[in-house]
T-cell receptor
């Protein structure tokens, strides 16, 4: 059974700092990995998707990496802003479904 | 195309009542998924459809839960005799489900938040 773990569970950083969120998964037989953002009480916004054959994807200030063999992914956020405050979820697609981590709650301090 | 649509956005019900949620996927998406998210947790898979066929159900989907996709378009999720433990956000997603790398990319709706009093 696939298990996805995200560390840390919560993170607070001052505005302007760069930061890294971590995701690990137990079964490397995945098709892709996605990072989502979720604001309180809201649905999911897809940020980045990395196919299993890829190593990284970039979108603006966000960069996600994937090391499938070690079962790890990181989400790097550059020059953080208060608007980045949200919960960030990692999810892997395998066995025809997404398996999610429990998320990292990020707070950017102005 | 307006994306995946879920209705209602919020449902408040009393314990023991039945509730039904609706999901309209992106047109021409063959696959439709239901997930449940409780407070402080990530979403958990419930079930998915390929067109009108329900191909997999999670153990989380007790006998009180039933999902349908009668014409391979919209889907409904019904919960009978609701319990307080059913309080959660119910998320729907759809994907192309055909060949190629794009088939597995899931697009999510805004969710239906259920509160059972």
């Amino acid at each position: 059974k696939q298990e996805v773990t995200q560390i840390p569970a919560a993170l607070s950083v001052p505005e302007g700092e760069n930061l890294v969120l971590n995701c690990s998964f137990t079964d490397s037989a995945i098709y892709n990995l996605q990072w989502f953002r979720q604001d309180p009480g809201k649905g999911l916004t897809s940020l980045l998707l990395i196919q299993s054959s890829q190593r990284e994807q970039t979108s603006g200030r966000l960069n996600a990496s994937l090391d499938k063999s070690s079962g790890r992914s990181t989400l790097y956020i550059a020059a953080s802003q208060p608007g980045d405050s949200a919960t960030y979820l990692c999810a892997v697609f395998g066995n025809e479904k997404l398996t999610f981590g429990t998320g990292t709650r990020l707070t950017i301090i102005p | 195309d307006t994306g995946v649509s879920q209705n209602p956005r919020h449902k408040i019900t009393k314990r023991g009542q039945n509730v039904t949620f609706r999901c309209d996927p992106i047109s021409e998406h063959n696959r439709l998924y239901w997930y449940r998210q409780t407070l402080g947790q990530g979403p958990e898979f419930l079930t998915y459809f390929q067109n009108e066929a329900q191909l997999e159900k999670s153990r989380l989907l007790s006998d009180r839960f039933s999902a349908e996709r009668p014409k391979g378009s919209f889907s409904t999720l019904e919960i009978q005799r609701t319990e307080q433990g059913d309080s959660a956000m119910y998320l729907c997603a759809s994907s192309l489900g055909t060949t190629g790398l794009a088939k597995n990319i899931q697009y999510f709706g805004a969710g239906t938040r259920l509160s059972v009093l």
